[in-house]
């Protein structure tokens, strides 16, 4: 129940749109109706006919030397009247039937303002009488003194009158209204299906696809809007080329610098003898070292966002993991930590070698600046059927499950990690493995700590 009031509660476009037609067409309705008893209060239909006057003036003529038969026919067609009319039998807010002979009442229907008289035959007019305004029509007849005045209530009592008595002018709109919001969703949403298709090539893009829509309707309002949108995918993807370029510029430019910083400050190493001098350059190399290795990770980061076309090639996994454990070897030896690796046969997949070792060494690298000293981490190359998977574990303290999907973006870390870094590791894998249309998952690992599992889908054995 909680999901229905949820949807309803929530604005679409579509319901807009029906409410919009239905309130159009209620005013349009009102309108009408308004102008249609605007003319019936100006000029009353009743009283501006002659058949209900000549039915009078004849029932009178026949019945004239009957008073009594007279009286009470005439007083049956008064309460038809009134009956036709609306109002109720109150005569305040029904109509009235007044006939004279010779000047003298020989009739008055019940309650009726008596004091109402025409100053001109066959003409509406308002008159006010007993602290009242009403709409009279008196015609005389024409074989004898007789006068027959009809009377209705004027002003604004009418008009609540003619809406509770012509049911006819309310009840098609409340009719219709039923029966026109099927049709009105139907057809808005068969007019929407173009919107419905850009939506639908919008929501399968990928964050780093900002090519121009392909989907481009021919409809003039949607065409302006798919426009603009790929108008702002342009300077997107401008501005992020821009972006793109100056970081490696930047970054390449940087490397030189900081190697040769290096070299100077070793090469002075060897001529000063003092612990506390060799201390502080110790920690300059140190820091020259960290320096660098961001450096080469915004060069990374950058090639493997590049979106220049690469040639893919069969790369032996296996091997190429070996190759880059061995060299991550002495960095796992610092802190005592075991490396272990496990794979059946040599497994091959399509990618780019160099693109590929810098996943392979950010994913180990990670595993191995994060695990406790003495621990291990654990490599393991699988196959299936359908894809060949890369899961490295370790037993650090791993990253909360609410952050493993920020942790793939740029420069972002976890905000209670002790350890330093620069953000860029697991970005860089997640651009390498998107590049070979793969993907990254985290979870936690048998020891508590992290795994991270690289799915590359499609793979050849040789």
Same mark, same amino acid.
């Given at each position: 129940?909680?999901?229905?009031w #949820?949807h309803?509660r929530?604005p679409t476009l579509?319901r807009?749109v029906m409410?919009?037609?239905?309130? !159009?067409?209620?005013?349009l309705?009102?309108l009408?109706?308004?102008?249609v008893?605007?003319?019936?209060?100006?000029?009353?239909p009743?009283?501006?006919g002659?058949?209900t006057?000549e039915t009078i003036?004849?029932? $009178?003529?026949? /019945?004239d030397?009957?008073p009594?038969?007279?009286?009470?026919?005439?007083?049956a067609?008064?309460?038809a009247?009134?009956?036709?009319?609306?109002?109720s039998?109150d005569p305040?807010l029904?109509i009235s039937?007044i006939v004279?002979k010779?000047?003298e009442i020989?009739?008055?229907s019940?309650g009726?303002?008596?004091?109402v008289?025409n100053?001109?035959?066959?003409?509406?007019?308002?008159i006010?009488s007993e602290?009242?305004s009403?709409?009279?029509r008196? !015609?005389k007849?024409?074989?004898?003194?007789?006068e027959?005045? !009809?009377?209705?209530?004027a002003?604004?009592?009418?008009f609540?009158?003619?809406l509770?008595?012509?049911g006819?002018y309310? !009840?098609?709109l409340?009719?219709?209204?039923p029966?026109?919001?099927?049709?009105?969703w139907?057809?808005?949403?068969?007019?929407?299906r173009?919107?419905?298709k850009?939506?639908?090539e919008?929501a399968?893009?990928?964050p780093?696809?900002?090519s121009?829509?392909?989907? *481009?309707p021919? #409809?003039?309002?949607?065409?302006?809007?798919?426009?603009?949108?790929n108008g702002?995918l342009?300077?997107?993807?401008?501005?992020?080329?821009r972006?793109? *370029?100056f $970081?490696a510029?930047a970054?390449h430019e940087l490397?030189?610098?900081l190697a040769?910083? +290096?070299i100077n400050?070793e090469?002075?190493?060897?001529?000063?003898n003092?612990?506390s001098?060799?201390e502080?350059l110790a920690g300059?190399?140190?820091?020259?070292s960290?320096a660098a290795r961001?450096v080469?990770?915004?060069l990374?980061?950058? #090639?493997?966002e590049a979106?220049?076309?690469?040639v893919?090639?069969?790369?032996?996994?296996?091997?190429?993991?070996?190759?880059r454990?061995a060299?991550l070897?002495p960095?796992?030896a610092?802190r005592s930590i075991?490396l272990e690796?496990y794979?059946?046969?040599?497994?091959?997949?399509?990618g780019?070698r160099? +693109?590929l /070792?810098?996943l392979?060494?950010n994913?180990?690298e990670?595993?191995?600046?994060?695990?406790p000293?003495?621990g291990?981490v654990?490599v393991?190359v699988?196959?299936s059927?359908?894809?060949?998977?890369l899961c490295v574990?370790d037993?650090?303290p791993?990253i909360?499950?609410?952050?493993?999907e920020?942790?793939?973006d740029?420069?972002?870390r976890?905000?209670n990690?002790v350890?330093?870094?620069s953000?860029?590791g697991?970005a860089?894998?997640?651009?390498?493995?998107?590049q #070979?249309?793969s993907?990254?998952?985290?979870s936690t690992s048998?020891e508590?700590?992290?795994m991270?599992?690289v799915?590359?889908?499609n793979h050849t054995s040789?």
């Amino acid at each position: 129940m909680r999901n229905v009031w #949820h949807h309803l509660r929530t604005p679409t476009l579509v319901r807009r749109v029906m409410i919009a037609q239905m309130v !159009l067409l209620t005013l349009l309705w009102c309108l009408f109706l308004t102008y249609v008893l605007w003319e019936d209060l100006r000029s009353p239909p009743i009283l501006t006919g002659s058949k209900t006057y000549e039915t009078i003036f004849t029932m $009178i003529d026949r /019945m004239d030397d009957s008073p009594q038969k007279r009286t009470d026919v005439l007083d049956a067609f008064s309460k038809a009247l009134r009956e036709d009319y609306g109002g109720s039998e109150d005569p305040e807010l029904s109509i009235s039937l007044i006939v004279r002979k010779n000047k003298e009442i020989i009739y008055a229907s019940d309650g009726a303002p008596t004091g109402v008289t025409n100053t001109r035959y066959g003409k509406i007019q308002t008159i006010q009488s007993e602290g009242r305004s009403w709409t009279s029509r008196t !015609l005389k007849s024409e074989n004898a003194d007789v006068e027959v005045t !009809l009377i209705t209530p004027a002003g604004g009592w009418n008009f609540f009158i003619y809406l509770n008595s012509r049911g006819y002018y309310v !009840l098609p709109l409340l009719v219709c209204i039923p029966f026109l919001l099927f049709p009105a969703w139907l057809s808005i949403r068969i007019a929407m299906r173009p919107w419905n298709k850009v939506v639908t090539e919008i929501a399968f893009r990928t964050p780093e696809d900002l090519s121009p829509l392909k989907e *481009v309707p021919k #409809h003039r309002e949607l065409r302006q809007m798919v426009d603009a949108v790929n108008g702002f995918l342009t300077r997107v993807r401008e501005s992020t080329e821009r972006e793109r *370029v100056f $970081i490696a510029d930047a970054a390449h430019e940087l490397r030189t610098p900081l190697a040769a910083m +290096r070299i100077n400050v070793e090469a002075l190493q060897a001529y000063i003898n003092s612990d506390s001098q060799q201390e502080l350059l110790a920690g300059i190399i140190r820091s020259n070292s960290r320096a660098a290795r961001l450096v080469n990770q915004l060069l990374l980061l950058m #090639h493997s966002e590049a979106r220049t076309d690469t040639v893919m090639a069969p790369v032996p996994l296996t091997t190429l993991i070996q190759e880059r454990m061995a060299a991550l070897a002495p960095l796992a030896a610092e802190r005592s930590i075991e490396l272990e690796f496990y794979s059946h046969d040599e497994i091959w997949i399509t990618g780019v070698r160099e +693109r590929l /070792m810098s996943l392979i060494d950010n994913v180990i690298e990670n595993a191995v600046k994060y695990s406790p000293e003495g621990g291990r981490v654990v490599v393991e190359v699988r196959s299936s059927d359908a894809s060949t998977q890369l899961c490295v574990s370790d037993a650090g303290p791993g990253i909360p499950v609410e952050l493993r999907e920020r942790v793939f973006d740029r420069f972002f870390r976890d905000p209670n990690q002790v350890q330093s870094g620069s953000g860029l590791g697991l970005a860089i894998v997640n651009a390498v493995a998107q590049q #070979h249309n793969s993907s990254v998952s985290l979870s936690t690992s048998a020891e508590g700590g992290l795994m991270v599992t690289v799915n590359f889908p499609n793979h050849t054995s040789a």
